[in-house]
């Protein structure tokens, strides 16, 4: 019964070992008691009672002694799938618990071997320690050959314990890809708008690169896009091409291409760059430069092309015309009209690549203009009418229509229509304006059909001997069909030598001339004239009546004299107005002598004869008779005084007498200390120093004496009008013999100043003349010390 025991013991051990994983279960079941096997075949499916033999073997069998059961071995962990890059430590776990049988790992069923160091393969080892059950594989650095299925074994134990097998893992091992490669390499020149390849190829990727194109403004390319995948030799890693189809445009020139490539071994993009320089036709551009357009000015237009290459040539058109002269990127059209309003301007650029050409419509502004004028119309009562103001403008005219009767607008269209009565007959204004330009107008007039109306004058004139001309002038609507002329109830032919009918006609009616040749005094009366239209007729008298004419030669005649009378007048004027004017400069003058001498301003006079002054052409003659030294000489002054002599004084009522400067005594200021002028006195207000002489008690007849008196010498009377003479200290001759004579002048002929020189030592003494006098005047020095009057202004002698 043990043998036997023994023997199914061992018989389970071995069959689970051949049933190895699929059996492992049941493996495990062997090694328990009958009973318990029993027990659950029993639960597991109901069965019919055993008969009582079988009953009897099965108490027997477990109520025999048999050996201890049998510990199994299993894994704590398994392998599981992963993923490793090439040069990357990978480690594929196995724990095993209750392990009695020796253990190995197997790549692709191939043993590896039991030792832990797993000699003859270098990468490889197992980790772990006995104690722990732990058998993991390490292999490093990963390769592309460790790419496999491995599996973690386990042999049967010693004492019969089945062997056991992990599942299979599978390590896939990533390869990166090598760096992309653009095949037309990295710069390619082309042509805009010629589809061009680019191809970008990544090898030796595993799994296959994906390939990704970007353009040169960062954008991911997604349409034109072909890729392809080939496997290479070793069946693992794969070559990726992309190619990447494109038509350049002007926007990819001098723009840089990218080819990335990646796989999941390495998520960081490899490129490769491409930079595309595109040949392309001129891109044109044209601008108006001169701002607003306005007829008469000066056109500017402004052409500017991108292209590559740059070797242009520009050409300009207007409504297709080619325009002749050297323009290129510029085109002037000087004092533009209104006839190149709406023309079209094109600008045409060519280079080898191609041409393109870009146009620019003018828009002109000129002030109105009629295309078509109001015209005036006839029409009957009650009809209705239009008129057309056409004009043409830029920007389109502002047109007004003014009834000219009432002064309103009455339409603002080109077009007016009008229903005719008697209050919409007349005269209409079209007005037309465009802003910035000058206004223009024209009229026409609704003419109300009618009988005609005739306005001329009831009495005209003529002048017998002449040819008369009598006027009818009619209004009439529609034209009238004749005009009648009648004289003394006869009407007058046309034919006839004496007379003459002119007709012109009128855009309201007619006006007729009954011309009479050589007219006489039995042409002159009445006449009838008569018009008649469709509507009716009008009759006035006309009375011609002779006109009285003066003789040609009289009327020239009156007209000459009636001219020279004018002139001779005019002249006359112009004289008195030149010898009104002399005297009164003259008495000016004089005036300003007189003033001068009674301030005894010498500084003014002195001015005077220096520099000449605006008197200086006046000259107040002093006559002094035949008897006087001089003769007829006279003294005469710029300023139209004498430098000495008396004085007329007005007594009596209008007798004169002459004194002189000396009878009037003057006080004597002694000169100031320290003061040296060069010859000059300064000038001060002297009228502060000067005291007027006493008033003498001496009547006039006192005064006549005193012009006698033997002790007052007339050279005096220079100190009166030069304060430097005044101080002088040179003694001078005895008076002339002749004084006497002067003073014993009547009063009617004063005597004149003694200029008579006088010898000094033999000699004749030097005097002063005085700068650019126009006639003989010296300033003689006194021959007695005077006192100088303070504060004087002296003349540099």
Request: hydrophobic letters at 35%; glycine letters at 8%; one cysteine or more.
């Amino acid at each position: 019964m043990g043998a036997a025991c023994a023997s199914r013991g061992c018989g389970g051990v071995a069959w689970a070992v051949r049933g190895r994983g699929r059996w492992r279960a049941r493996g495990r079941s062997a090694s328990t008691s009958p009973a318990s096997a029993l027990s659950a075949s029993a639960r597991a499916r109901p069965h019919p009672p055993p008969p009582p033999l079988l009953l009897l073997l099965l108490l027997a069998w477990a109520a025999a002694p048999r050996p201890a059961a049998a510990v199994d071995q299993r894994f704590a962990m398994e392998p599981q799938d992963q993923t490793a890059i090439v040069g990357s430590r990978v480690t594929l776990p196995c724990r095993v618990v209750n392990k009695t049988g020796a253990l190995q790992w197997t790549k692709d069923d191939f043993g590896l071997g039991t030792h832990r160091n797993l000699s003859g393969f270098e990468r490889y080892r197992m980790i772990g320690s006995d104690e722990e059950g732990d058998f993991s594989l390490e292999i490093y650095p990963v390769m592309l050959d460790d790419d496999a299925r491995y599996q973690c074994q386990v042999g049967p134990g010693q004492a019969g314990e089945p062997g056991i097998r992990s599942k299979f893992a599978t390590l896939t091992v990533l390869v990166p890809p090598e760096p992309p490669r653009i095949v037309q390499g990295d710069f390619l020149v082309t042509t805009e708008d010629r589809e061009i390849e680019l191809e970008c190829v990544s090898l030796a990727g595993k799994p296959a690169a994906e390939i990704t194109w970007i353009d040169g403004l960062g954008n991911v390319m997604t349409e034109g896009l072909d890729e392809i995948v080939e496997a290479l030799p070793d069946g693992r890693r794969f070559t990726s091409k992309s190619i990447l189809k494109l038509t350049p445009k002007k926007e990819h020139h001098n723009t840089t291409f990218t080819c990335q490539a990646q796989n999941t071994a390495d998520r960081t993009y490899r490129s490769a760059r491409l930079r595309l320089e595109v040949k392309y036709a001129p891109k044109v551009t044209l601008t108006i430069t001169s701002g607003r357009m306005t007829e008469g000015a000066e056109v500017r237009l402004a052409c500017r092309a991108d292209a590559n290459p740059l070797d242009l040539t520009y050409r300009w058109f207007i409504n297709d015309e080619l325009m002749a002269g050297d323009f290129t990127t510029e085109f002037i059209i000087p004092n533009i009209s209104r006839r190149y309003h709406d023309a079209i301007v094109k600008c045409e650029v060519h280079n080898p690549v191609g041409k393109s050409e870009e146009s620019e419509t003018l828009d002109i502004s000129y002030g109105p203009r009629f295309k078509t004028r109001p015209k005036s119309v006839q029409a009957d009562q009650g009809t209705t009418v239009t008129l057309t103001c056409d004009v043409d403008g830029n920007p389109p005219p502002d047109i007004l229509w003014i009834h000219e009767d009432t002064g309103k607008v009455v339409g603002t269209s080109v077009n007016l229509t009008m229903d005719v009565d008697k209050r919409t007959a007349g005269r209409y204004y079209c007005k037309a304006g465009v802003q910035g330009f000058h206004e223009i107008g024209a009229e026409a007039t609704i003419m109300l059909k009618g009988k005609p109306t005739i306005s001329s004058a009831l009495v005209q004139f003529g002048i017998p001997g002449d040819n008369v001309r009598l006027e009818c002038l009619a209004f009439s609507v529609p034209k009238p069909d004749h005009v009648v002329w009648t004289f003394k109830g006869n009407e007058v032919d046309a034919s006839d030598k004496d007379y003459t009918i002119l007709e012109d006609p009128l855009p309201e009616g007619i006006k007729s001339t009954l011309v009479i040749r050589e007219s006489r005094d039995q042409h002159f009366g009445s006449y009838n004239c008569s018009v008649t239209n469709p509507y009716g007729s009008d009759t006035v008298e006309i009375l011609l009546k002779a006109q009285k004419t003066f003789p040609l030669l009289l009327i020239l005649v009156c007209v000459i004299g009636g001219v020279i009378l004018i002139i001779a007048i005019a002249m006359i004027i112009i004289l008195c107005q030149r010898r009104e004017k002399k005297p009164q400069d003259c008495r000016d003058a004089e005036k300003q002598c007189k003033e001068s001498d009674r301030s005894s301003n010498i500084s003014d006079l002195k001015m005077e004869l220096r520099t000449g002054s605006s008197v200086s052409n006046v000259h107040c003659e002093l006559e002094y008779g035949p008897d006087s030294e001089t003769g007829s000489e006279s003294v005469v002054t710029r300023v139209g005084m004498p430098l000495a002599g008396p004085v007329a004084m007005p007594v009596n009522g209008g007798e004169n007498i002459y004194r002189y400067s000396t009878e009037f005594t003057e006080p004597i200021f002694p000169p100031k200390d320290g003061q040296n002028n060069n010859g000059y006195v300064p000038y001060v207000d002297y009228s502060r120093d000067f005291n007027p002489p006493p008033p003498t008690t001496l009547g006039i007849e006192s005064s006549r004496e005193s012009l006698t008196m033997p002790n007052i010498d007339p050279r005096y009377s220079a100190a009166y009008g030069n304060p430097y003479l005044r101080n002088s200290s040179t003694s001078l001759p005895a008076p002339h013999a002749t004084h006497n004579t002067h003073v014993s002048h009547a009063v009617g002929t004063p005597a004149p100043p003694p200029y008579t020189p006088a010898t000094r030592n033999g000699a004749v003494p030097q005097v002063a003349r005085l700068p650019h006098s126009p006639t003989t005047q010296y300033i003689v020095p006194n021959s007695q010390p005077t006192t100088v009057k303070r504060g004087t202004l002296a003349t540099h002698v």
